[in-house]
């Protein structure tokens, strides 16, 4: 007597796939109408400081607010410059700005390199001890480090603010996370083929990661520009002053001037919102892409 097995259909991919449940019409137009809620809250202090910089100064705090300025006073745009040292406050900080921002972006994907493809001893357990240091208040040590740059006499120059943010825990752990995501076997094939680490680094990994790279590049421009406090501790003299500082020196000045102050305020967000807008898309690919494995 003979056996008759009998073998099951074979299973469609899609069989096992879950049915993707689509948000209904209302909830989709609540979900936009709080996006659009919210949208609007976080970008009406930037229209109110807009509109505020072309107005004069008894308009500014008119009741009720004038949220468009119905006669632009173009004037305060040329005033800010003849009445403060723009010129000198925003050199600085484009300088210092692009020098950390160049350095953290070296240090923090070479290091990361090291960290996810490189295996030497106790690797592991320095990146957990580095990547700690992110736990760490600045507020906790800033004083013995104020101390040793006394020492090394570099306070009042622009090279105490390059030596302190040159390097960055938050670089190496993105940069890290996202070289993890390259595949293993194509880096030991560069290797069988005589490539050295170094060449690795600069023929591979930086062009795979240029999403990262935009990324980093762009929070550590940002993070940079808006610095306060640490220009504020090492940076004394006017002609070192950064936008930050210099805003602060002006509204103490002219306390009275709204509008100027408004304007001001608006030189000082204008130039990394443009990077930023101009980078978002790289930006936004690099935090998508960082940590998932391919």
């Given at each position: 007597m003979t056996t008759l097995l009998q073998t099951p259909p074979p299973r469609v991919a899609g069989d096992e796939l879950q049915p993707v449940r689509?948000?209904?019409?209302?909830?989709?137009?609540?979900?936009?109408?709080?996006?659009?809620?919210?949208?609007?809250?976080?970008?009406?202090?930037?229209y109110w400081m807009v509109m505020s910089s072309l107005k004069s100064n008894n308009d500014v705090f008119t009741v009720p607010v004038q949220w468009i300025a119905t006669d632009p006073v173009w004037s305060n745009y040329l005033d800010i410059w003849s009445k403060s040292d723009m010129t000198t406050w925003l050199g600085n900080t484009v300088l210092l700005s692009a020098v950390v921002t160049l350095l953290q972006v070296f240090t923090g994907s070479f290091a990361a390199y090291g960290f996810a493809k490189v295996r030497f001893p106790?690797?592991?357990?320095?990146?957990?001890?580095?990547?700690?240091?992110?736990?760490?208040?600045?507020?906790?040590?800033?004083?013995?480090?104020?101390?040793?740059?006394?020492?090394?006499?570099?306070t009042d120059t622009l090279w105490a603010i390059v030596?302190?943010?040159?390097?960055?825990?938050?670089?190496?752990?993105?940069?890290?996370?996202?070289?993890?995501?390259?595949p293993d076997e194509l880096i030991?094939?560069?290797?069988?083929?005589?490539?050295?680490?170094?060449?690795?680094?600069?023929?591979?990994?930086?062009?795979?990661?240029?999403?990262?790279?935009?990324?980093?590049?762009?929070?550590?421009?940002?993070?940079?520009?808006?610095?306060?406090?640490g220009?504020?501790?090492?940076?004394r003299s006017p002609d070192l002053w950064t936008i930050q500082l210099g805003l602060k020196s002006f509204i103490n000045q002219y306390n009275a001037e709204?509008?100027?102050i408004m304007t001001g305020s608006v030189l000082s967000v204008l130039p990394i919102l443009v990077i930023f807008l101009a980078g978002q898309r790289y930006f936004v690919e690099g935090i998508a892409t960082t940590g998932l494995k391919g």
């Open positions: 689509r948000l209904s019409g209302g909830r989709r137009v609540l979900g936009y109408l709080t996006l659009g809620v919210a949208a609007v809250l976080v970008l009406l202090p930037f106790g690797r592991d357990v320095l990146f957990l001890a580095y990547i700690g240091t992110l736990a760490v208040p600045w507020q906790s040590y800033m004083v013995p480090q104020f101390v040793m740059m006394s020492k090394l006499q570099l030596a302190l943010q040159a390097f960055g825990a938050l670089g190496v752990f993105l940069m890290k996370q996202f070289y993890e995501t390259v030991d094939a560069a290797r069988i083929d005589g490539m050295s680490e170094y060449g690795i680094y600069r023929r591979i990994m930086l062009p795979l990661s240029v999403p990262a790279l935009a990324s980093l590049t762009l929070i550590t421009l940002v993070t940079t520009w808006n610095d306060y406090l220009p504020l501790l090492y940076l709204y509008a100027l």
